[in-house]
C-alpha cells in the first residue's frame, strides 16, 4: 500500500473528471495514504497556467491548432520537469489529463499528424507513464449538456462532430492498452464511483 502510483483521469469535457478526481483523494485518504498531488494539464505550475489560460481562452486573432499543440507540450514540460518528475519517487500523483489527452484531442480532434505528436513526446523526453488511466467515457451530447451551466472556453465551444472524433480516438486507444480502464460515465455517479473504487483497491494491492 506504501508503493507510489501515477493516476490519470481521462475523458471529454463535461465526462466528470473532477468529482472523480476527489473522490479517490477520498478513497487514499481513507486508507491513510496522505501523500499526494494532484494535478492537471494544461497547467500544474505557474507557468503551465498561464499557458493553461492561453489554450482555453485566447481570442482576438486566429489560433492555429500548431500553435495550441506547442503550448500543450510546453506547458506538460513545465508540469514534468517541476512537479512529476521531481515527486514521482516519494507521492502519489493525480492527474486529471496527461498524454492521453493529446492523442485523442490533437491526433482525434483536431487531425494532426501522429508522426508530430511522437516526435515532440521525445523531443520533451515524456518517458513517464501512469501506473492506471481511468478514462470516463461519455455521450458528447450528455458531456455538453453538463457544461452548459458555466461559460464555455475556446476548446469548449467546439461541435459535436470534434468531440465525437476525440471520444472516438479515446477509445481506439483505450481498448488496445490494458493501463487503461474504460468505465461508462452517461449516467449513474454511484455506479462510476463504484468502479473508480474497485480499481483504486487493486491498485494498492500491486
Not at 474504460?182 to 480499481?199: F, G, H, M, Q
Request: charged share 25%.
Amino acid at each position: 500500500m506504501n508503493n507510489k502510483k501515477f493516476i490519470v483521469i481521462e475523458g471529454i469535457d463535461g465526462a466528470g473528471k473532477s468529482t472523480i478526481c476527489s473522490y479517490i483523494i477520498k478513497l487514499l485518504n481513507n486508507l491513510n495514504i496522505h501523500n499526494i498531488i494532484k494535478t492537471h494539464e494544461p497547467g500544474g505550475t505557474p507557468i503551465a497556467e498561464k499557458l493553461r489560460n492561453i489554450i482555453k481562452f485566447a481570442k482576438g486573432e486566429k489560433f492555429s491548432h500548431k500553435t495550441e499543440l506547442l503550448l500543450i507540450y510546453a506547458a506538460r514540460l513545465q508540469l514534468l520537469d517541476n512537479i512529476i518528475r521531481k515527486n514521482i519517487n516519494t507521492n502519489w500523483i493525480l492527474s486529471d489529463r496527461y498524454d492521453l489527452s493529446t492523442y485523442a484531442y490533437q491526433i482525434g480532434g483536431r487531425k494532426i499528424n501522429k508522426k508530430i505528436i511522437l516526435f515532440l513526446q521525445n523531443f520533451i523526453n515524456n518517458n513517464i507513464k501512469p501506473d492506471i488511466t481511468i478514462y470516463l467515457d461519455v455521450n458528447p451530447l450528455i458531456a455538453l449538456q453538463r457544461i452548459q451551466i458555466k461559460m464555455y472556453d475556446r476548446i469548449e465551444k467546439e461541435s459535436i462532430n470534434f468531440f465525437s472524433r476525440v471520444r472516438k480516438y479515446y477509445l481506439k486507444i483505450a481498448k488496445k492498452d490494458k493501463n487503461i480502464k474504460i468505465i461508462d460515465a452517461n449516467y449513474n455517479l454511484k455506479n462510476v464511483k463504484s468502479s473508480v473504487e474497485k480499481i483504486i483497491n487493486k491498485l494498492i494491492l500491486v
